[in-house]
């Protein structure tokens, strides 16, 4: 055989087995990292959810705004429902009208006068937004976080301003 074949040979072989030993070194690092097993643990959780309980409705890239018209927005109807609630991300939720905002935010106080804290469910479950089992374990427990909540208006409703989420133990 030619030397340089048997050279081109051999330099592909390393090649090809640096890459190898190389991904493997990388996987086993990976599978040790606890990040990794968190974020894989997380999203088979998330796929069993989603097969047994069916799709949630929330959004990964956001939502779109409904289009009102002027009556519907002034007699507090929007898209032809009493409690409109959109959500921009976890924490911030739109309400159709001050009203409605006004109540979620009560209720959101009694909820924490009563039990000491406030999870992200609680309030999902009160705007008639789904919500999954990792949303009981976030939330808000000291009275300056839940005092720290308002209600913001905006051209797509009213806003629940909310605080930093804490993890409730």
Known sequence: MNKFIK????FTGGV???FVLCGVTIGK???NSNTFRETVKNKISDEVTNFLYGETKRSKIGYKPYKVSYRDYYTG???GS???VS???????IIGTLGEAEDVLSCVLDIFKDYGSVSVADLYELCGVPSNYKDNKIGWKDSYSVSKMYILRTKY?????LPKLVELA
């Open 7 to 10: 050279g081109a040979f051999i």
């Open 16 to 18: 090809a087995g640096g």
């Open 29 to 31: 690092i990976l599978i």
């Open 77 to 79: 109807r929007i898209d």
């Open 82 to 84: 009493y409690l409109t």
């Open 87 to 93: 959500l921009i991300k976890a924490e911030d939720i």
């Open 157 to 161: 409703g009213y806003q629940l301003k």
